[in-house]
């Protein structure tokens, strides 16, 4: 049975583009081994062990998800080395105010853009959205990097700014669009929180739309696209969604480029942390250093995130006790310049946060894809 629609993937673009069909009574299936993606709460521990927090500006996002616990930046120390770290309030902030200000400033001279940016990606393609304002076009393109040095704000992004957008990427500023820093570096100026995710209710939500599957091949033709799954099964559609991580985009439309992906790794522990570590809920590290940020939780137990898989947890920990591990080989796509079109050929759309990173970009990706097909149908 051909369906109007098919969406591809049950992250955050794949299920907000199957919410935005469903609230239009559209016809359409959503197929996936698994619904969250990179949001991967475990409702027994209550902890995340994907994406970690929400902001207040994550206006589309959230329909999915239950905010919960404020993140604190009082509580957050910000560690250049074992004998040098800064708190939020402390002597060394107020040494450096006109620096902040400066970032101040500049954070909202890119939020009155990056708000219509917004709007704007939920209607038309990103890249006609980039063509529509010149100043975001050009931060899609700068290293971050450059646009610190250019607003003069170094030190503050070195000692505190750099260390959060580290701890959200796993990359230094070196290596994202300066358009990627600024949108994450939100979360120090905006309330950021702790979320669920009920993947239960969710399919609820979806029922009778919602197929278990992988799909792994895509076969177009005019007016008609025939997926195969790992099960065996086809299925076909006037219309598909492709809301996968972007290698497995990239595998099953055989495009040419991407952008580069991180690599992250979560260690979920029961630990004594060293007396430096202890006194903070949050301790962020510089991009050099392989542990990236240590989170605590509500049940005491720690959350440490590393870009490496055989890190040494003694670094930070006194003892500790593994209760879990999650690898992300592939966490998110935050290096290069490479764009991914939103449409490749009839009925044939993209989804996901691979030309801007964050929960919500995704999301606001896939709407745009479902907004597309409702107005085509219209």
């Not at 570096?185 to 950021?192: A, D, F, N, T, V």
């Not at 939500?205 to 025939?226: A, N, R």
């Amino acid at each position: 049975m051909e369906r109007k629609t098919i969406v591809v993937g049950g992250g955050i673009a794949g299920m907000s583009c199957a919410l935005r069909l469903l609230e239009a009574n559209e016809d359409f299936q959503l197929i996936t081994d698994s619904l969250g993606g990179r949001v991967m709460y475990s409702p027994e521990e209550k902890i995340n062990y994907g994406a970690y927090f929400v902001m207040a500006s994550y206006v589309n996002a959230r329909k999915l998800l239950t905010q919960t616990t404020l993140i604190n930046p009082l509580h957050a120390c910000f560690h250049n080395s074992s004998d040098e770290r800064f708190s939020v309030l402390s002597w060394h902030t107020l040494t450096l105010l006109p620096e902040f200000l400066r970032f101040y400033f500049a954070m909202q001279e890119f939020s009155k853009h990056y708000e219509i940016y917004k709007q704007r990606c939920l209607v038309m393609c990103q890249k006609k959205a980039l063509e529509a304002d010149l100043y975001m076009a050009d931060l899609f393109s700068k290293p971050a990097s450059q646009f610190i040095r250019e607003k003069h704000f170094e030190k503050v992004a070195f000692d505190y700014i750099s260390k959060f957008a580290y701890a959200c990427t796993g990359v230094s500023t070196d290596s994202i669009t300066a358009m990627d820093f600024l949108n994450v570096s939100m979360g120090i100026l905006i309330s950021i929180h702790q979320f669920t995710f009920d993947s239960k209710a969710t399919a609820d939500q979806f029922h009778g739309h919602l197929v278990t599957d992988t799909i792994i091949k895509i076969e177009s033709q005019p007016g008609c696209h025939t997926l195969t799954g790992k099960s065996g099964h086809t299925y076909q559609a006037e219309n598909v969604v492709v809301a996968t991580p972007a290698a497995v985009t990239k595998e099953l439309l055989n495009l040419s480029e991407i952008r580069d992906s991180c690599k992250l790794y979560v260690f979920h522990v029961n630990a004594v942390l060293k007396q430096i570590y202890q006194k903070f809920e949050l301790n962020l590290f510089p991009a050099t250093s392989e542990i990236i940020l240590i989170a605590r939780q509500f049940d005491g137990s720690y959350l440490i995130y590393s870009r490496t898989s055989e890190v040494d947890l003694f670094q930070v920990c006194d003892s500790f006790t593994l209760l879990a591990t999650k690898a992300w080989d592939k966490a998110m796509y935050v290096q290069g310049k490479a764009y991914m079109e939103q449409q490749y050929g009839d009925g044939l759309y993209v989804a996901g946060d691979h030309n801007g990173l964050g929960l919500e970009p995704a999301a606001i990706s896939g709407i745009y894809a479902a907004n597309q097909i409702i107005a085509s149908s219209r």
